[in-house]
C-alpha cells in the first residue's frame, strides 16, 4: 500500500504522461516575474497550489454573470447560481468516488470539516474514559480540534508513533487498538514527510476494532485517485485550495447515515427546515451543516479544478508528482553539500520533500532562495510534533504539483548550492 495511485487502479496499465509544459500554459500566475525579474518557481503546492485558468474564469463567470444567493431567488440569476453551485458539489462528489452528492458537505477548509466532525459528532460521541487514536504525523488541523474534545469530554488521545524513516508503527498502532478507540484520526499523506500512509489497511484495522475512521486527505486529494468507497472510511477531508482551486474552498464526505444522524454544527439560514420561535428543525444532508451563505463562487471554483483534474486523470497526476519526487530526491542529495532530507524513500511517498542544510535555519533558505524567484516553504508546517519527534526547530519544504517540471528542481539544486556557498565564506 506504499502508492497511493497504483494500489488503488484497477488495471495495471501506465497511465498517459502529463504535458506539465503544456499544463503551465494554463497557469496565468506561471508567467509573472518577481521583484527581482525572476520568473515564477512555485515550489510550495502543499501549502497552497496555483490556480488554472478553467478556475479563475468560473469564478469570474460567477461574480460578472451571475452573481446572487443560492437555494433562495426563484428569479433565473438565483436559478443558475444554485445549479452551479450543485454541479460544483456533483464534481466533487465524482473527484472522490463518493456514492452521492449529498454526502459532500461544503466547507471553506480541510479545518473547518474537521472541526465539523469533532464538534458534531465528538462531542457526542466522545465521553469520559473514550479514547481517540491519532498518529504523530498529523497537521495541526487534525490534533488541537481533538485536543479540544477530550479536555471537554474527559477523554483521551493516543498517538501512532512515527519511525526514524518517518512510516507509522503500525505494530503500535495494532495495540493502540486494544483500548477500543471511538475514533481514528489520521493523514493519508504527511504534509512534512510526504509519507504515504496505509489507510485502507489502517481503516480495516479500526474497523475490526469497532471505531469510526476519519481521514485527513489535504493532501492526497489534489495529487492521487482516491476513491473514499474502495477506502472504506466513515469521514473523508480535504481543501479545495490544495487542488488548483480557491481559498475558501474544501469538502467533508461522509456515510450518508452518519450525516443524518449527526446534530448541525453551525445554525442559522438555509440549515432549516422550519422554524419556530422556540424549537426548530433540521433541512436535509448536506444543507443541515452548511449554515449562512456560503463562499458560492470559492465552490463553483472547485468544481472547476475537480473538472480540471479529472480530465488530467488522476493517475496520471500522480504519475508525474512521483517522477518528480524520485528526481528531487536523487538531485538535491547529489547536487548540494551536506543536505539532509528527512522522510521515507521516493515510492513511499507524496510530491513533498523537507529538508535542511547544515548549520542554516530554513528561514534564511527561503529568503535567500526568493531572491532567484524560489517560493519554498519554512517552518514548521503547522506539523510541530512532528517536527519535536525529529529534533528539528524546523525545516524547508519544496512540494511539487502538476505544473512542476524538472528544470526547477535543477533551478532549487543550483540555489542551495549558492545558499551554502554564501554560509561557508
Ligand atoms: C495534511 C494537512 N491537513 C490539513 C491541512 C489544513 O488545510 P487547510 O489549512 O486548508 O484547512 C493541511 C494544510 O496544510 C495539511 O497539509
Redesign the pocket.
Known sequence: MADLATTQRKDQTEPARLDPYQIRADFPILATVNRFGKPLIYLDS??TSLKPQAVIEAVDGYNREYSSNIHRGIYELAERATGAYEAARAKTARLINAPEPAEIVFVR???EAINLVAYSWGRHHIGRGDSIVLTEME?H??LVPWQLVVQEKDGDLEFVPVTDDGLLQLDVYEVLLHLRPKLVAF?HVS?MLGTVNPVREMVEMAHAAGALVLI?G??AVPHAPVDVQELGADFYVF?G??MLGPTGS?ALWARRGLLEAMPPFMAGGDMIREVHLRRSDWNEIPYKFEAGTPDISAQIGMGAAAEYLMALGMESVRAHERELTRYAMEVLPREVPGIELYGPAAELRGGVVSFNLPGIHPHDVAQILDRSGICLRAGHH?TMPLHERFDLAATARASFNVYTVPEEIDALAAGLRDVVRIFDR
Do not use: E, I
Request: hydrophobic fraction near 30%; charge should be neutral.
Open positions: 502543499a501549502a477548509n480541510a479545518t497537521h488541523a487534525n493523514t504534509n485527513d489535504a493532501q481543501s485550495h490544495k474544501g503547522c
